[in-house]
């Protein structure tokens, strides 16, 4: 499979961002719900509406998650002094090194699919990432492995620039009151993607939404 590379936008960056605000920071008791991600809130208000790590943690999982190299002081130099810094400048820094997929057609059965490329794409990041993919199918539930990999799946998700699943939530799995103050439990809860339910689903879902970015762009240049 032939991959093509292009380079983020500032713009798609924080897009990016705006889509993890809104489906973590519900799942996040110490995460800011109703803070409203722009370009020109400071790094310190980004980092409190997210609940996130300082500076050198946070520049770590960046350079992780967008698949960079971003050197220490690269990073230092646009999240600190972070009541000074703005997002805009951390946008700026991540479109000027990384990378989006642009998801190639597989042959298969001798015709092209392009659901077929882009679950390859991300099974083969996801992988890239530590998840373990030897059993990952077309069919193979969302929320299972979210479940057990969710910040790497939530990432792969909203890198593709799309919004395809509504809403995350939590359910508890087990019934009565030992199971429900027993927090140390790994197997407490389970997550909810509603009608997102496997690989699958959600593979076509951001070839749609991908499919009407373009229509609607289309649509934009012919009424200028």
């Given at each position: 499979?032939?991959?093509?590379?292009?380079?983020?936008?500032?713009?798609?960056?924080?897009?990016?961002?705006?889509?993890?605000?809104?489906?973590?920071?519900?799942?996040?008791?110490?995460?800011?719900?109703?803070?409203?991600?722009?370009?020109?809130?400071?790094?310190?208000?980004?980092?409190?509406?997210?609940?996130?790590?300082?500076?050198?943690?946070?520049?770590?999982?960046?350079?992780?998650?967008?698949?960079?190299?971003?050197?220490?002081?690269?990073?230092?130099?646009?999240?600190?002094?972070?009541?000074?810094?703005?997002?805009?400048?951390?946008?700026?820094?991540?479109?000027?090194?990384?990378?989006?997929?642009?998801?190639?057609?597989?042959?298969?059965?001798?015709?092209?699919?392009?659901?077929?490329?882009?679950?390859?794409?991300?099974?083969?990041?996801?992988?890239?990432?530590?998840?373990?993919?030897?059993?990952?199918?077309?069919?193979?539930?969302?929320?299972?492995?979210?479940?057990?990999?969710?910040?790497?799946?939530?990432?792969?998700?909203?890198?593709?620039?799309?919004?395809?699943?509504?809403?995350?939530?939590?359910?508890?799995?087990?019934?009565?009151?030992?199971?429900?103050?027993?927090?140390?439990?790994?197997?407490?809860?389970?997550?909810?993607?509603?009608?997102?339910?496997?690989?699958?689903?959600?593979?076509?879902?951001?070839?749609?939404?991908?499919?009407?970015?373009?229509?609607?762009?289309?649509?934009d240049l012919a009424n200028l």
């Open positions: 499979m032939t991959e093509t590379k292009v380079k983020y936008t500032e713009e798609e960056i924080l897009e990016i961002f705006k889509e993890q605000h809104r489906l973590c920071s519900p799942l996040d008791s110490e995460a800011d719900l109703w803070a409203e991600i722009t370009a020109e809130m400071t790094v310190r208000e980004w980092r409190w509406a997210n609940d996130l790590l300082g500076w050198k943690k946070l520049s770590e999982f960046l350079n992780q998650e967008f698949r960079v190299q971003i050197s220490q002081e690269e990073w230092y130099n646009v999240l600190e002094p972070a009541r000074t810094r703005k997002l805009i400048e951390v946008c700026q820094l991540l479109s000027n090194y990384s990378n989006k997929d642009t998801y190639e057609p597989k042959t298969l059965f001798g015709k092209p699919c392009l659901k077929a490329g882009l679950f390859l794409t991300i099974k083969k990041n996801l992988k890239d990432k530590g998840v373990d993919v030897s059993e990952l199918r077309p069919s193979s539930s969302l929320a299972a492995y979210m479940d057990k990999y969710f910040s790497p799946i939530l990432v792969e998700i909203t890198l593709t620039g799309t919004k395809p699943i509504d809403k995350i939530e939590t359910r508890r799995k087990k019934k009565g009151f030992w199971n429900a103050i027993n927090i140390f439990d790994p197997d407490r809860y389970e997550t909810l993607t509603g009608d997102i339910k496997t690989f699958r689903d959600l593979t076509e879902k951001i070839i749609e939404e991908k499919i009407k970015t373009v229509h609607n762009r289309v649509d």
